[in-house]
């Protein structure tokens, strides 16, 4: 018997469930969920170095409540989740952007019956 875990799919098939009727609810339940499962995988990483930390003997119990960190740690840190919230915002960023410049279903929809009637 191996120890190795077989990978999980990366993409399901079929269609997205849907929750709620208005979709952008459910993009913004589907962003939560995925950052959620970052959260928690992240969490068991440092829950797994604390542990091999403490019993290697080079990281006691305390070690990583007490850490202070020294200011380029800060900046590296903020400059990383400034680009983290960047990307999970991004598909919102977006939606806005095509709102401001007036890009609604309705106008895509003009457009193309303009193109197919000749008319843009």
Known sequence: ??????????????AR???HTEPAID??????LA????VSML?????TLEILG???????????ETYV??????????AGREAMIGRVLAI???????LEAGETDDSYWATVSGIEKGEV
């Not at 019993?55 to 070690?63: D, I, K, S, T």
């Not at 960190?69 to 903020?78: D, G, H, M, S, T």
């Not at 919102?92 to 095509?98: F, G, P, T, Y």
Request: avoid cysteine; hydrophobic fraction near 45%.
């Open 1 to 14: 018997m191996t120890s190795e875990m077989s990978p999980l799919p990366r993409f399901v098939a079929g």
């Open 17 to 19: 469930p849907g929750f």
């Open 27 to 32: 993009r913004l339940v589907a962003m939560v």
């Open 35 to 38: 950052l959620t499962r970052e």
């Open 43 to 47: 969490r068991d990483r440092v829950d």
């Open 54 to 64: 403490e019993q290697a003997g080079w990281l006691g119990a305390e070690a990583v």
């Open 69 to 78: 960190p020294p200011l380029p740690v800060r900046q590296r840190r903020e």
């Open 92 to 98: 919102m960023a977006e939606e806005i952007a095509d």
